[in-house]
């Protein structure tokens, strides 16, 4: 998408994207009755201290429109990665910008910078209930439901495991 950058998250970032993150999970109901989530999804520093938190900012005015914190596995935020697997979580793009490309171009930054390091795959968990827009994103980037990697973080919470095989060098 023209106008839209996607770098590596700085400190002066983290406020739009705690901000950002939380409005996003309200707004797709992914905060009802949760405990505590949305106080890990505002910890924009933790996540940055150990995986890499991008943004995807409207270059004209600078805006930060979205986020996602790439992680590998054996590392805090890593859910589902094996060895050779890259993983993002928490990619979201902040409701008033959804819709312009943003999640896709974050997703696919989380992938090339998978390659860039050699990883064999890239796997992410969606919750069951989440909005049809997300999973069909994720279809279309060419993600494979992999039930054996399903799990429950809390009772009445279903993540479905999603991999994206990448192309061997």
């Known amino acids: 998408m023209s106008g839209l950058l996607v ?34 999804l505002a910890d924009v520093s933790t996540r940055a201290a150990s995986g890499e938190v991008l943004v995807a900012v409207d270059e004209a005015t600078g805006a930060v429109l979205g986020s996602v914190t790439f992680v590998l596995p054996g590392t805090p935020f890593a859910e589902l990665s094996g060895p050779g697997e890259a993983e993002f979580r928490m990619l979201a793009v902040d409701p008033a910008a959804q819709g312009r490309g943003v999640g896709a171009a974050l997703a696919q930054a989380c992938v090339r910078r998978a390659a860039e390091l050699g990883c064999t795959a890239v796997v992410i968990c969606v919750r069951a209930g989440m909005a049809v827009s997300a999973h069909r994103l994720y279809e279309r980037l060419g993600f494979v439901r992999m039930p054996e990697k399903d799990w429950s973080p809390l009772e009445g919470v279903a993540l479905l495991g999603l991999r994206l095989d990448l192309p061997r060098t």
């Open 7 to 40: 770098r590596l998250a700085d400190a002066a970032d983290f406020p739009a994207v705690a901000r950002l993150t939380v409005a996003a999970y309200e707004a797709d109901g992914q905060l009802k009755g949760e405990h505590g989530y949305g106080t890990v």
